[in-house]
Structures are given as C-alpha cells and as structure tokens.
Nanobody, 122 residues
Framework: QVQLVESGGGLVQAGGSLRLSCAAS????????MGWYRQAPGKERELVAA???????YYIDSLKGRFTISRDNAKNTVYLQMNSLKPEDTAVYYC????????????????WGQGTQVTVSS
C-alpha cells in the first residue's frame, strides 16, 4: 500500500478554481492508477476522476470540461484541477490508489488519503 496525503482544499467563491494535490509515498507510484473521490454531506461517495498508470483518464459526465486530473510520476503526485466551481461541488475530496493500474473499479482502490475539504460559496 501507499500512503496518501491530500492538500489544496479550501473556501472559494462560485466560478473560482482550486487545484488539489495528492502526494504518495513509495517507489511504485507510477504503477498505480489514481483516483479522486468526493463525498458531500448526506450523500454517497462518488468517483470524480481517475487516471490509469498509462495516463488514460476518466471523468464523471457532469464534470467533464471543468475538472482535469493529471499525474507527475517524478514527484509521486496526482492533481485535480477544478475550474468553474459550483456550490454543489462542495464536499470532502479524497485521493485513492489502485494497484491494478486500471482505476476502473472502486473496490480496487485500496489506499486512501484523509481527505481535504472543498467549500464553494454562492
């Protein structure tokens, strides 16, 4: 397993931007698929975006065009650039790692960060 630490959350006005970062420990980061999940109060956790070990990306349809996931294997870090933020994006955002490298199945994400709060005011 890898240890994951998220950062970059905070309070932003609607229409603003934030970039979340997730730093991973270990020397095998490049072989992991990485994902960003979020959980809003009273709602189930949902996958926001994922990036495979090969760099293929996936986004939930409602976020396409606003959020971008990327990774820097040299820095053992995955990012989530969030633009045009809306109040409904308010949630705790979690970084997760999938050792299969695919990032397609939630059950494969075995390592999780502690989460970072994103609050979007209207």
């Amino acid at each position: 397993q890898v240890q994951l630490v998220e950062s970059g959350g905070g309070l932003v006005q609607a229409g603003g931007s934030l970039r979340l970062s997730c730093a991973a420990s270990g020397r095998t980061f490049s072989s992991y698929a990485m994902g960003w999940y979020r959980q809003a109060p009273g709602k189930e956790r949902e996958l926001v975006a994922a990036i495979s070990s090969g760099g293929s990306t996936y986004y939930i349809d409602s976020l396409k065009g606003r959020f971008t996931i990327s990774r820097d294997n040299a820095k053992n870090t995955v990012y989530l650039q969030m633009n045009s933020l809306k109040p409904e994006d308010t949630a705790v955002y979690y970084c997760a790692a999938d050792p299969t490298g695919w990032g397609q199945v939630e059950a494969d994400f075995g390592s999780w960060g502690q989460g970072t709060q994103v609050t979007v005011s209207s």
